[in-house]
């Protein structure tokens, strides 16, 4: 029997890929049974499966198109690409490449995946969709918790002024480097002249 493969349509929407064709969920009996739609539009194929996607019957008229196993293929390898940029942080391009990479032993799906600019806008809205919103006001950032320290378990935060005027960002072992460089060059204008001077303040200690 063919594998089922599960997947997630661009609108979200719960889909799978079975025997070369790909359906998207149609609606869902009293009894827990399953029933598809084909994807393709004005197509009248048609699929029901068990509530754990098991023992698929083919329902309802012919498809109207061939069946495309490396269709599926491609739909799938979206899918996860869609699903990790949501859960991982691993750049878009990266991720685009490591599922490319597990179709390059099928030829045919391998040809037809879309080149990383025709998708990455899709990937980065939906990456967008898990971070939180950026604030109005630098007043309303908060670091989180498990960014205020390295993996080291050293200070990441080394100096945040009221209403966060000036944030400072790095490991006492960074500001090392700084304080035994020859020149340490800050730009800014007057009005944050006095938070600088804090900066300098924290180098000249480091140093002492």
């Known amino acids: 029997m063919d594998q089922i493969f599960r997947f997630k349509t661009s609108r979200g929407r719960d889909a799978i890929s079975f ?24 197509c009248r194929g048609r699929l029901q499966t068990d509530e754990e996607m098991n023992q698929p ?26 699903e990790r940029a949501v859960a991982e942080t691993t750049p878009i391009p990266q991720i685009y490449q490591e599922e490319a ?7 045919a799906a391998s040809a037809m995946l879309p080149v990383l600019q025709s998708i990455d806008t899709a990937l980065y809205r939906a990456r967008r969709q898990c971070l ?7 007043a309303d950032i908060v670091v989180p ?21 000036i944030m400072v960002f790095g490991s006492p072992a ?6 035994v460089a020859t020149h340490v060059y800050m730009d800014g204008d007057i009005d944050i002249l006095e938070y600088l001077k804090e900066v300098g303040c924290i180098i000249a200690d480091r140093m002492s």
Not at 19 to 42: I, K, P, Q
Not at 101 to 107: F, I, V, Y
């Open 101 to 107: 990479n597990r179709l390059a032993s099928t030829e």
């Open 145 to 165: 918790e498990s960014l205020r320290f390295t993996e080291a378990g050293e200070s990441f935060v080394l100096l945040q002024m009221l209403n966060n005027d």
């Open 132 to 138: 939180p919103p950026l604030p109005d006001d630098r």
């Open 57 to 82: 019957v083919v329902r309802g008229a012919d498809h109207s198109h061939p069946s495309s196993i490396e269709d599926g293929m491609i739909r799938v390898a979206y899918t996860r690409m869609r």
């Open 174 to 179: 960074d500001f090392d480097v700084v304080c």
């Open 19 to 42: 025997n070369g064709y790909s359906y998207r969920l149609d609606r869902r009996s009293a009894s827990g049974d399953l029933f598809w739609r084909c994807l393709t539009n004005g």
